[in-house]
């Protein structure tokens, strides 16, 4: 892909610099990201680790450009997201990232080939259905095409999220707790499944995870407590 800034180094898929960020407002307010710096590389598998309110989802967040943060700079595949408007961001995001959700963010109302099919069509990509079924289709759920998401179990419904967030073809995958809502049995299989769409698609994979399991099978471990970085721990065989 040409980048939007020729200048921006591309070694690194993701390159975060001295990240700052803030939520809140007043009295409210909680420094939440402080000074992270920090770099994936590409085809890499990241695990976030760390208790909980130490800012993975939040660092998350950022490196998928859902949340600005106040200071320091972040840049994905060569493009500088600070130099990007809202709406530049969103076409962005949409061509190169997937994100995946602990809670799943299906449209009630649509189908699951019609929720798959929604980025694509936002994007105006051609045969956005056909797409979604393939996507379906490589995720388990192709006798599952035309159910509403409150006529699938949880595990299905987040097949149906990850046939979403891979659907666009994205270089790099986020994903937010997938295992969370899910009983164990059924949380093997999304894990099973997101790491051989990894290597399946040479994608990027970044992950927000409470279970040690889960995050031994990740490249890299990266711990965080009170909003910063304490170590990359390279995970052993």
């Known amino acids: 892909m040409k980048s939007d800034n020729p200048s921006a180094p591309t070694a690194q898929t993701i390159a975060l610099s001295d990240i700052d960020l803030s939520l809140g407002r007043g009295a409210a307010r909680v420094h939440v990201l402080r000074g992270i ?17 130490s800012g993975k989802s939040t660092l998350l967040m950022v490196m998928a450009g859902l949340e600005r943060p106040d200071s320091g700079r972040i840049v994905v595949e060569g493009t500088d997201l600070g130099s990007l408007d809202e709406d530049a961001l969103a076409r962005f995001r949409g061509r190169r990232i997937g994100i ?19 980025p694509l069509e936002l994007a105006d990509q051609p045969d956005a259905h056909r797409r979604a079924q393939v996507e379906l289709e490589a995720v388990g ?32 995958l986020v ?20 790491f051989a769409l990894k290597r399946d698609r040479g994608a990027t994979l970044v992950l927000v995870t409470h279970d040690p399991g889960l995050a031994r099978l990740c490249d890299r471990t990266v711990r965080l407590r009170s909003g910063r970085v304490e170590a990359p721990v390279p995970v052993q065989a």
């Open 141 to 172: 759920l192709g006798h599952r095409l035309h159910h509403y998401p409150a006529q699938l179990s949880g595990g299905e419904q987040q097949r149906v999220a990850i046939a979403r967030a891979i659907a666009p073809d994205p270089a790099i």
């Open 100 to 118: 995946v959700f602990q809670a799943f963010h299906l449209v009630p109302t649509m189908t699951a080939l019609e929720n798959v099919a929604l």
């Open 37 to 53: 710096s920090l770099d994936v590389a590409p085809g890499e598998a990241v695990g976030l680790v760390g208790p909980s309110g």
């Open 175 to 194: 994903a937010d707790e997938p295992t969370g809502n899910l009983d164990e049995a059924t949380g093997r299989q999304i894990v099973d499944l997101l």
